[in-house]
């Protein structure tokens, strides 16, 4: 059987971004064909000319009404179904309901189809089957295609893991990474979601419906599904149902041709999609809150004129097209702050427990008050006439209003920062005083640094935006945005007296800033491609940066008397360089697969390096000779350190153990397990060589005796916020004391803790 199986990557998630899309262009095909057809008389004829105000809009609202009712199925039981097979019960219900739609010939079948569509078009045929009935059953290709794209297409590993179907999840993160299932960012994302799963099914309190109408909740998760809920209900009487699916009428009612009704309403939805296209690249930028504010201000100012122009006793050829023109306007400013935005922020500010339930309400309010003003709305159209429209332009303006004092903004705010937005007084007051410095990111950095030389500074360099950020953990504030690169940051130190810090970037430069000021103090020129890695030599007088090798430069180590510095690379090689000469010392070969980690000892004497073919190879730093291969490893190894004397090594595995080696002799020390299913990420030695930290994917924090091997005193890690969140840094003082936790999600924290007592500082 033909499937989908070999797509990968970029590729996968494009077939599944399309799938998903095309399902959801159903709805905007539905309101645009029904809403140029239904007051034709070709439609009215193929109904039987039905008689009352109530049966057309019955037939346009019917299946806005089956999708609210859907919308409470969804919040029960859709979690469980998973997103595919919701996707593909969907697209069943569209291809039933669009074949008995395109077969109609009576009010009572076309209502019933159009409840099975659920979202899709509903119009009913004419007497001319070539005209008529092609556009009604053209819905079933997009119906079709999602529903045969994802049947062939797996569903999320997240939904196989929840299942305890692991070989499937296995499978398609595989396919989504494009990377065998034993490669670092695969069990990485892997370890992550198990995580979410495992925190999750600890989550002991439930959600009560009674929390919608009175919220005495901590975090006023009912409020906020009340704000979720209420922002699509609100948009829906703004107006756009009623213009999109009453359209041709409304041209009509204004004096124009059935050909130019149908055109200044193609015109008029044309303007609305146009409106869409400027968002992605704006949201970030503008926030939700802003752009969802002014949009309505537009709509409701274009709304004001259109009301005032068609109520006008005497109507002329300019109130006309005065009206015409601001409604098409209207259908821009919707198109930008409401067709996408309130779909977003709806689901954003509701807790990730109970995100699916945040989704539901969304889609309820959408669905409910499209029922309310389809159905009501073409009633009303005929009955009330041009005066039916202050309702409309008085639902913008309470928009404005709610959007003002209901809606904070969420942009670039993590999930604990929108807690902290909804929270009640007393709890705001137990986050201040927990002391973790909470730092919004608009997105995931692809590198995190914790200096523990003197104040444990946090740095953090965005993927996208090519800034380098600097916070002071002290107060959690952020103290620079370092701005001036072209293209993406690789990689940043900071020299060891914390007096600069440095950037290497594709953009081909090196960037040293002032850690005091933020200021830019010199850019180095010189490399002829990106530069992969960059670090400071330990007197901080030299900068080394990589991109020498055949591939990506993975990792860079200065040796401690700053005369040595060593590369890894995805080439398989280490290559050792001299400071003094600038020349290329030795090049040590011996690993089969690319290499993660280097490393230099402090008594500079060796070089280990780290790589996925799971071994580790300790050379000599002065002869280029292979000293001694840690081969104990049976999975794949995250990385390397070595103690402060450089007697001993440290290894951390995807098996879910640190092992203790002998730099001397290679031989292994001890063993130090994880707990549960937790992966152990990061090892760091105290520098009174009494201890061995070790975190987990868990957020826990191990400390065990570097002499024996045994658990000491273990920090009670606690954290507000319950997923999505790793440790990034462990980092001690200089006096073993402290050890500084550098969490890394959708937020960074840093804290610091007693290795005395196990307690927060």
């Not at 903004?409 to 920062?417: C, D, M, R």
């Not at 953009?507 to 103090?521: H, L, P």
């Not at 024996?708 to 980092?731: C, F, M, R, Y």
Request: net charge neutral; aromatic share 12%.
């Amino acid at each position: 059987m033909w499937s989908l199986n070999g797509l990968k990557g970029r590729t996968l998630y494009r077939i599944m971004s399309l799938s998903c899309a095309t399902a959801f262009m159903m709805y905007g095909y539905d309101a645009g064909v029904l809403g140029g057809v239904q007051h034709t008389k070709p439609f009215l004829d193929a109904l039987g000319n039905p008689t009352g105000a109530y049966v057309i809009p019955l037939v346009a609202s019917s299946y806005t009404l089956a999708a609210a009712v859907c919308c409470v199925f969804v919040a029960i039981w859709g979690k469980g179904l998973g997103r595919r097979n919701c996707i593909l019960l969907g697209d069943l219900f569209v291809i039933v309901g669009g074949i008995l739609q395109a077969s109609s010939w009576s009010v009572p079948q076309i209502i019933v189809a159009r409840v099975l569509c659920g979202v899709g078009i509903g119009f009913i045929s004419s007497t001319v089957p070539t005209y008529m009935r092609f556009p009604i059953a053209f819905q079933l290709f997009f119906a079709t295609f999602s529903g045969f794209g994802m049947f062939l297409l797996p569903d999320t590993p997240r939904w196989y893991y929840a299942k305890g179907r692991t070989e499937e999840g296995d499978a398609v993160l595989c396919r989504l990474h494009d990377r065998p299932l034993d490669d670092t960012n695969v069990q990485i994302t892997k370890q992550e979601i198990l995580t979410a799963i495992e925190l999750e099914s600890r989550e002991t309190s439930k959600f009560k419906v009674l929390e919608l109408f009175w919220d005495n909740s901590d975090l006023q998760t009912g409020r906020r599904i009340r704000i979720a809920f209420l922002l699509l209900f609100i948009q829906t009487l703004m107006g756009i149902n009623m213009l999109v699916y009453y359209s041709t009428l409304i041209f009509s009612n204004l004096g124009y041709s059935a050909f130019l009704s149908g055109l200044l309403a193609a015109v008029m939805n044309t303007l609305l999609a146009i409106g869409t296209f400027f968002l992605p690249s704006t949201i970030e930028r503008f926030g939700r809150r802003p752009i969802m504010l002014w949009s309505a201000v537009g709509c409701t100012v274009c709304m004001l004129v259109f009301v005032i122009m068609i109520n006008l006793p005497t109507q002329t050829v300019a109130t006309g097209w005065t009206a015409v023109a601001f409604v098409i306007m209207y259908n821009f400013f919707f198109g930008y702050g409401y067709a996408g935005v309130p779909w977003l922020y709806g689901v954003e500010i509701t807790p990730l427990t109970y995100r699916h339930i945040g989704g539901a309400a969304v889609a309820f309010g959408q669905w409910s008050g499209g029922f309310i003003t389809v159905f009501a709305g073409g009633i009303a159209i005929n009955e009330v006439g041009p005066k039916i429209w202050i309702w409309q332009l008085l639902s913008c303006a309470i928009q404005v209003v709610f959007v003002y004092f209901m809606c904070p903004e969420t942009t670039n705010k993590t999930l604990e920062n929108i807690d902290y937005l909804f929270a009640k007084p007393e709890v705001k007051a137990a986050m201040e005083a927990r002391g973790s410095a909470l730092v919004p990111l608009s997105e995931k950095p692809n590198y995190i640094g914790l200096d523990g030389e003197k104040d444990f500074y946090l740095v953090a360099s965005t993927i996208h935006n090519r800034e380098v950020w600097i916070w002071s953990t002290e107060t959690g504030e952020l103290q620079y945005k370092l701005e001036g690169h072209s293209s993406r940051v690789n990689s940043i130190a900071f020299s060891r007296n914390l007096l600069y810090i440095v950037s290497a970037s594709e953009d081909k430069t090196v960037r040293i800033w002032s850690t005091e000021t933020g200021a830019i103090q010199r850019i180095l020129t010189g490399h002829t491609r990106g530069i992969d890695r960059v670090d400071f030599s330990p007197d901080s007088k030299l900068i080394g940066s990589t991109s020498g090798h055949t591939k990506s430069v993975y990792s860079v180590a200065f040796s401690q008397d700053a005369n040595l510095v060593a590369s890894g690379s995805e080439d398989t090689t280490v290559r050792i360089w001299s400071t003094e000469l600038g020349q290329l010392q030795q090049t040590l070969e011996g690993h089969s697969n690319y290499i993660y980690s280097v490393t230099l000892s402090n008594d500079c004497k060796l070089v280990a390096s780290v790589s996925k073919d799971q071994t580790v190879c300790i050379w000599s730093a002065e002869t280029g000779e292979l000293e001694m291969i840690l081969k104990d490893h049976t999975w794949p190894v995250f990385s390397l350190v070595f103690s402060h004397d450089s007697k001993r090594v440290a290894t951390t595995l995807m098996d879910r153990t640190v092992r203790i080696w002998s730099a001397e002799t290679g031989m292994p020390l001890q063993t130090l397990e994880g707990r549960g299913n937790s992966q152990q990420s990061l090892v760091a030695f105290s520098p009174d060589l009494s201890l061995v930290a070790t975190s987990a994917w868990d957020r826990g924090i191990r400390l065990w005796s570097a002499e024996t091997g045994e658990p000491q005193q273990t920090p009670e890690v606690q954290l507000t916020l319950k997923h999505d969140i790793s440790i990034s840094s462990v980092a001690f003082s200089r006096d073993s004391k402290l050890i500084a936790l550098g969490f890394e999600g959708e937020h960074i924290t840093v804290q610091l803790w007693s290795t005395e007592t196990g307690k927060l500082q």
